[in-house]
């Protein structure tokens, strides 16, 4: 029989001394877990003490608690007499939720943020639109798109169009796919469904962030099911919607390769890892709505246990933000490629996200991955960081032939069709979106595919308007990128000291590809 716990002894329990919460009646102890924790461990001291059911349940996928915490940390459950119903503190907007936008009225990616912006949760909101320090790496990625303008073509027949494309061995009807982006469920009780069925009804990849508020077998099983009702001619059954793996590599090796071999026996078809996060960027808003929340609840106590730093002679104490590997390197690559292709002659292609200079991009090759995916995390992580078109052009300027030595895909302020096209031309084999998607899971099934349709319409006819009929005649003779080539470097250095001139180092890695 569980043993029953006093509310008021629980609440006891609020410090990184000793923190317990409650979730859905039960009383965990997360002492321990507070640096492993992968949303850092302000969260979990807020609600330290207190029931975190409303804030846990919408963002974590069932079994989370058994898999993290060891059975004796499963304290009991909380005796229901001694329970009030306080209403939880809250930080709203001054916004007029009753004005639900219709999505017919929404005209473009925008249209869709706007609309989604009136009916989700201000915490969600806070989440999704939230990036690093000054905001510089998000600037970077929604204006260097207008520094690369189209050069169209006139007097061609595009009467008919192919906008088809293999990604990653994988025929789809459009040349993009769904970011990793995580907590759907925060806008919509189905969250990551939604983008699985988006994906297979338009036969498009989506790729799951490892913290989906779904399952993973779950997506996987929505999308196989949905894939049966939908036939797309000239499509194999192999081909259309596709599920890939992203890939946060853990402190814990072990929980790593338990990640990967989760993924490998679902039937996911490709590995993406994120190596752009050794810490977590320091994301303002966020932290500021947050510690607005620490403050409502009349709990000031709770903002000094924040920030109180970790043990600094526990070797073993991650570093600040550090809520992943902050070890990860090249050479982890050849264990998390056996990993991924044991017990799988068909493995997917394995790929490398958060790719943001030139160098890497040609190290990513040396180490055989099969794709590099340029991101700088939604201007999420480092501030000030390049857009990944500009990464692109920068590629093409030091390294042009690893273009047709591995598959590029980027993301990173998309908003256009006219953009997905102008990456093309440069030579992106895809083109990936996060928040648009994550907006659209608000108006569930119908805001993605929205969102789908919209960016589907918006190529169609920007490749009419270009003068071609398909997407493989695009080439750079189509854009002129002057504007943005000024801010490519003119060389390149070898490791921390400018005096090191990479001429040599980039000649001797060009004669290794």
């Known amino acids: 029989m569980s043993k029953m716990l006093n509310v008021n002894e629980v609440a006891q329990h609020a410090s990184r001394e000793s ?59 909380v005796d229901p007499a001694t329970v009030s119903s ?20 929404c005209m473009n990616l925008d249209d869709v943020e706007k609309a989604a912006t009136r009916i989700i949760p201000h915490s969600a909101y806070v989440y999704f639109s939230s990036a690093a320090d000054s905001l510089g790496s998000l600037t970077n990625n929604r204006q260097d798109w207008k520094k690369v303008t189209l050069r169209p073509r006139v007097m061609r027949n595009v009467r008919r169009v192919d906008m088809t494309r293999v990604m990653l061995g994988t025929k789809f ?5 769904i970011a990793p982006a995580a907590r759907a469920r925060l806008v919509h009780e189905d969250g990551e469904l939604c983008l699985a069925r988006g994906a297979a009804r338009r036969g498009i ?21 949905e894939k049966k ?18 890939l946060y590599v853990a402190h814990e090796k072990s929980r790593t390769l338990e990640l990967i071999a989760m993924a490998r026996d679902l039937g996911y078809k490709a590995l993406l890892i994120t190596v752009d996060t050794p810490v977590v960027g320091k994301r303002e808003e966020d932290e500021r709505y947050r510690a607005e929340l620490a403050t409502a609840s009349g709990d000031n106590s709770v903002l000094t246990e924040w920030y109180k730093p970790a043990n600094e002679d526990d070797e073993n104490s991650p570093p600040l933000r550090g809520h992943h590997s902050s070890t990860l390197n090249w050479d982890d690559l050849p264990w998390i490629r056996e990993a991924w292709c044991k017990g799988r002659a068909d493995a997917g292609p394995i790929g490398i996200k958060g790719i943001q200079t030139a160098e890497d991009a040609a190290l990513a090759v040396e180490y055989g991955v099969d794709a590099i995916y340029l991101s700088n995390h939604g201007g999420r992580q480092c501030d000030d960081a390049p857009s990944s078109i500009r990464t692109l052009l920068e590629i093409r ?3 042009p032939e690893l273009m047709k030595k591995t598959e590029v895909y980027l993301d990173g302020g998309v908003k256009r069709g006219a953009d997905v096209i102008k990456a093309l031309c440069l030579g992106a084999r895809g083109v990936a979106l996060g928040r648009p998607f994550m907006y659209s899971v608000a108006m569930g099934d119908e805001g993605v595919a929205k969102v789908i349709q919209l960016l589907s319409e918006e190529i169609e006819t920007t490749m009419r308007c270009m003068g071609v009929t398909s997407l493989d005649q695009l080439n750079s003779s189509y854009v002129n990128t002057k504007l943005l080539e000024v801010e490519i470097p003119d060389r390149l250095v070898t490791g921390h000291d400018d005096s090191e001139y990479s001429e040599t180092w980039v000649r001797s890695l060009k004669a290794r590809l």
């Not at 302000?42 to 207190?50: A, F, N, R, T």
């Not at 306080?86 to 017919?104: F, G, I």
């Not at 009807?173 to 796919?177: D, G, I, N, T, V």
């Open 19 to 77: 923190c317990w919460v409650i979730v859905s009646g039960k009383v965990y102890d997360v002492t321990d877990y507070l640096q492993k924790h992968p949303g850092g461990p302000q969260i979990l001291l807020q609600y330290g003490g207190k029931d975190a059911t409303a804030m846990y349940e919408p963002i974590h996928p069932p079994g989370t608690i058994e898999r993290n915490l060891p059975k004796d940390k499963h304290l009991g459950s």
């Open 86 to 105: 306080p209403s939880s503190p809250q930080v709203t907007r001054d916004l007029d939720k009753a004005a639900k936008v219709p999505l017919a009225h």
């Open 173 to 177: 009807r459009l040349p993009f796919f």
């Open 205 to 225: 990849p989506y790729c799951p962030s490892t913290y989906s508020t779904v399952p993973h077998d779950e997506l996987m099983q929505c999308l196989t099911e």
């Open 229 to 246: 009702k939908v036939r797309f001619r000239n499509f194999s059954p192999e081909d259309g919607g596709t599920l890939w793996f992203q």
């Open 397 to 399: 300027k030091f390294y």
